[in-house]
């Protein structure tokens, strides 16, 4: 238990559907991210969200778009991808910088397969 | 370009072996670096690094910052078949959050 939990674990979906992964951190931390994780590349950085304000959108297509209602909530609502979006997507949350660098704690993350 | 080189990208050893692993970096403002173990699921936590030549311990693993020289390595003394994991390297570049870029990991596969 890592204290992230993602939902769903696994997801399948045509390029036309829309959807939406879910991430609750229970760390009381105030900063949260979406990493996309590919065959064979590094984790990539796609948002960062510091007590629920966008501070880093890092050049990912309008097809993804992110919410964060609160600390403890992050989502990523999904709409018209395409087959290479297909990837481990993991939420991660920290503590907010103000006090110096701070380790980021990573949920499961969802398997996202499109059709 | 910020980047981050982990080396090797693959390794098998024996149980009872001893391994380094290495990162080495460039980015245009480092402010931290972060060793993560990756089995099938999240990456786990390992070490966060902001200061050169200061050794980090947790049991068998220890890790240790040369910002000089731009690397770390990641040390695992006595290795067990559950050392056998992805190990992700990752260095914050800035921003006003921890804005990571991770290297593409190095697989340790412990054999008995």
């Known amino acids: 238990e890592t204290g992230v939990t993602q939902t769903p674990r696994h997801l399948v979906m045509g390029m036309t559907n829309k959807k939406s992964l879910k991430c609750e951190q229970h760390?009381?931390?105030?900063?949260m991210y979406w990493y996309k994780q590919s065959a064979k590349k590094p984790l990539e950085l796609m948002f960062v969200y510091n007590f629920k304000e966008q501070t880093e959108n890092n050049s990912v297509p309008s097809r993804f778009s992110p919410e964060c209602p609160n600390s403890s909530h992050l989502f990523l609502h999904l709409h018209t991808l395409q087959p290479e979006d297909s990837a481990l997507y993991l939420c991660?949350?920290?503590?907010?910088?103000?006090?110096?660098?701070?380790?980021?704690?990573f949920g499961d993350g969802t398997r996202l397969s499109i059709l | 370009e910020d980047k981050v080189v982990q080396s090797p990208l693959s390794l098998v050893v024996h149980e009872g072996d001893t391994v380094t692993l290495n990162c080495s970096y460039e980015?245009?403002?480092?402010?931290?670096l972060l060793w993560y173990k990756q089995e099938k699921k999240a990456p786990t936590f390992l070490f966060m690094l902001t200061s050169s030549g200061i050794e980090k311990k947790s049991g068998r693993l220890s890790s240790i910052l040369d910002k000089k020289e731009l690397f770390s390595i990641l040390n695992i003394t006595a290795t067990q078949t559950g050392d056998s994991a992805i190990y992700l390297c990752?260095?914050?570049?800035?921003?006003?959050?921890?804005?990571?870029?991770f290297g593409k990991g190095t697989k340790l596969s412990v054999k008995p």
């Open positions: 980015v245009t403002n480092f402010r931290s």
């Open positions: 991660a949350s920290s503590q907010d910088w103000s006090g110096g660098p701070q380790p980021q704690h």
């Open positions: 990752a260095v914050d570049y800035g921003g006003s959050q921890g804005n990571l870029i």
């Open positions: 760390l009381g931390h105030n900063a």
